[in-house]
């Protein structure tokens, strides 16, 4: 069945940082986009395509809204939704003192599946439609929420933690285990309806050389498949990782050794790498996920987008919230993290930018550009309308406004949950304010 939903729309199918906002945009300022079967089947300016839809398609209007892809959120720990804002420490005692304290509770499947649930509706309420998510060593943590996932027909990449070292007992695997249990939720999860898996060593220095090769080797056997991990993200681990890979010429070099490096790799924060680790990820193909607002709360530093996205080697980089050392589910928040993080790299972010990273870039990351993270013809019908004027100060703001670009940089930095209209998932309304 078509329906079909009427409002401003904005979409990107380049960077604009590289090729400019003419060439990589498209704003319409009254649009509609047809769905059926879960895809997008026309999208247009409303005086064009409406005359040519047959009169029982229904078309939902949304005044002062804007239609955007669905943000996508390319890094982001599920098990930590319950110890967000966790106070006053910097990444290695984090996860020493609340990070594996919480993920221990995972090994009970009823709280995971709790969890999940109020994982995903914050997504949803945020307007959030796919993610690359780290789930904890247990299984059945990844089995809870590629269930709920699948429940509400979401893009969902996520896969087991694999850490055999540094950690509390209850947490670890092993390399042959980490293998094992990898690949049997691959057989049950991979390509199942919209799951797809990820190879997650949490990162280098929590495995051991073996279990990096056994995941290496894993990794061998599925070109195709996502790898998720962290690199450089504080100088302590570097200096840990280093000591742990003397043989290795830098930290980047680890993940290259064992054959992590590739198209879909994707790497959270990467804020204190060498030119040289940064070509290497250009020439693997593999990406960044930018995490500001998790940077900004550790105090891990400030990710050079500038210089990331540099000619002639651009590291392809996505938006992610990091969460729960990420300070929101929302992508606003975190692009408005992305632009105050520029700023003290001497880089003023513009709006579609920042939007552009939130949607298809973080797409482009996870290599799921032709499948969502951009609203054209085919692509899967994952959609967010923004109400633009959805607090008194910024419906106040918006009067002074004098274009698109200004009016999405208000939303940037002065827009929350609040600010989310509609959530669309594979066609369907998933999320609309005042719903249960
Ligand atoms: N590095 C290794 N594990 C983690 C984690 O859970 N969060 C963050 N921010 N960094 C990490
Ligand atoms: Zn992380």
């Known amino acids: 069945m078509k329906t079909a939903i009427r409002a401003a729309l904005l979409t990107f199918s380049r960077d604009p940082l590289l090729y400019g906002v003419e060439a990589g945009m498209r704003h319409e300022s009254d649009?509609?986009?047809?769905?059926?079967?879960g895809r997008i089947a026309a999208v247009g300016p409303a005086s064009t395509l409406l005359p040519t839809l047959r009169p029982e398609v229904v078309v939902t209007s949304y005044p002062d809204g804007l239609i955007l892809p669905g943000f996508i959120d390319c890094h982001v720990h599920y098990p930590q939704t319950e110890m967000i804002a966790a106070y006053g420490e910097q990444l290695i005692d984090w996860l020493n003192h609340y990070t594996f304290v919480t993920e221990q509770g995972f090994?009970?499947?009823?709280?995971?599946?709790?969890?999940?649930?109020?994982?995903?509706?914050?997504?949803?309420?945020?307007?959030?439609?796919?993610?690359?998510?780290?789930?904890?060593?247990?299984?059945?943590?990844?089995?809870?929420?590629?269930?709920?996932a699948e429940r509400r027909r979401?893009?969902?990449?996520?896969?087991?933690?694999?850490?055999?070292?540094?950690?509390?007992?209850?947490?670890?695997?092993?390399?042959?285990?980490?293998?094992?249990?990898s690949k049997a939720l691959i057989g049950r999860w991979h390509g199942r309806g919209r799951a797809e898996y990820a190879i997650t060593p949490r990162f280098a220095p929590t495995s051991s050389s073996a279990q990096l090769e056994a995941l290496g080797a894993l990794a061998a056997e599925y070109p195709d498949m996502a790898?998720?991990?962290?690199?450089?993200?504080?100088?302590?681990?570097?200096a840990w990782a280093k000591s742990l890979h003397p043989d290795c010429p830098h930290y980047t070099g680890v993940y290259q050794h064992y054959g992590l490096?590739?198209?879909?790799a994707v790497y959270g924060h990467g804020i204190h790498l060498q030119e040289e680790e940064l070509q290497l990820l250009y020439d693997s193909g593999a990406?960044?996920?930018?995490?500001?607002?998790?940077?900004?709360?550790?105090?891990?530093?400030?990710?050079?987008?500038?210089?990331?996205?540099?000619?002639?080697?651009?590291?392809?980089?996505?938006?992610?919230?990091?969460?729960?050392?990420?300070?929101?589910?929302?992508?606003?928040?975190?692009?408005?993290?992305?632009?105050?993080?520029?700023?003290?790299?001497?880089?003023?972010?513009?709006?579609?930018?920042?939007?552009?990273?939130?949607?298809?870039?973080?797409?482009?990351?996870?290599?799921?550009a032709d499948k969502v993270g951009s609203i054209e013809v085919g692509l899967e019908a994952d959609l967010v309308v923004?109400?633009?004027?959805?607090t008194p100060l910024i419906d106040f703001r918006m009067r002074y406004v004098r274009d698109i670009q200004e009016a999405l940089f208000v939303q940037m930095i002065l827009g929350d949950d609040r600010a989310v209209a509609a959530t669309y998932?594979?066609?369907?309304?998933?999320y609309c304010p005042g719903q249960a």
């Open 31 to 37: 649009a509609v986009v047809v769905m059926e079967d």
């Open 107 to 148: 090994a009970d499947k009823a709280h995971a599946a709790a969890v999940a649930e109020v994982f995903l509706a914050e997504q949803l309420r945020h307007g959030v439609t796919s993610s690359a998510v780290f789930c904890t060593v247990f299984p059945d943590s990844v089995d809870a929420l590629f269930e709920a």
């Open 154 to 181: 979401m893009r969902l990449i996520a896969g087991k933690v694999c850490m055999d070292q540094f950690a509390p007992a209850a947490l670890l695997d092993t390399a042959e285990r980490a293998y094992d249990e």
């Open 227 to 238: 790898i998720q991990s962290h690199l450089a993200e504080t100088p302590r681990e570097i």
């Open 261 to 264: 490096l590739r198209p879909r």
């Open 287 to 368: 990406s960044l996920a930018h995490c500001p607002s998790s940077n900004f709360f550790l105090g891990s530093g400030c990710f050079d987008l500038r210089r990331a996205r540099a000619m002639p080697r651009p590291v392809t980089v996505g938006l992610a919230s990091d969460l729960g050392a990420g300070t929101s589910f929302s992508m606003l928040h975190t692009m408005r993290s992305a632009y105050e993080a520029a700023q003290l790299n001497g880089f003023p972010l513009s709006a579609p930018q920042a939007f552009y990273l939130a949607t298809r870039g973080s797409a482009e990351a996870l290599g799921l």
């Open 386 to 390: 923004l109400n633009l004027r959805s």
């Open 425 to 430: 998932v594979a066609g369907q309304l998933q």
